[in-house]
């Protein structure tokens, strides 16, 4: 008897299947896309945070809204002295498309931070693979930061 049953379900639960791998939910499931992407750190002398949190407001925020990062960090340089010299700073992470576009708006961020606070940007790129959920193929299309020269 309980082989029966056992059978039973089996057959149920395999005339399911087909129908349940076609269905949109079985696409929710499945791994994001890995995208070629640039991943640029942003290296900031460290000014005063309502200060900081304005320039990142006014002006690398609208230049990649997207998405990005950023924390406080502790460096230090050879200074004209010739020894190390301490530096407190604030580094920002930006994952972006290679192209014409966002290479501006790096160029951008880094003159408008010399222009207002008096400090070179340091700037170092790398290629890297990326991949998001939220990475859509719709919000990818047309999108400055995210969509590569064509």
């Keep these: 008897m309980r082989l029966t049953l056992l059978a039973a379900l089996l057959v149920a639960v395999s005339a399911l299947a087909p129908a349940h791998a076609a269905t949109p939910a079985a ?7 890995v995208r070629t992407m640039i991943r640029s750190e942003l290296y900031f002398a460290s000014v005063d945070a309502a200060q900081w949190d304005d320039f990142l407001a006014t002006v690398v925020t609208p230049l990649f809204p997207d998405g990005l990062s950023w924390y406080d960090a502790h460096g230090q340089w050879r200074g ?8 407190s700073s604030r580094i920002v ?13 790096l160029d951008e961020i880094s003159r408008r931070f010399k222009a207002r606070f008096g400090y070179s940007v340091l700037r170092a790129s790398e290629t890297v693979r990326a991949s998001d959920p939220d990475w859509t ?14």
């Design 80 to 87: 004209p002295s010739g020894k190390p010299e301490k530096l």
């Design 93 to 105: 992470i930006v994952l972006h498309a290679d192209n014409a576009d966002n290479e501006r708006a």
């Design 27 to 33: 696409q929710t499931d499945a791994t994001p896309v």
């Design 137 to 150: 193929e719709e919000r990818v299309r047309d999108n400055r930061q995210l969509t590569p020269s064509r």
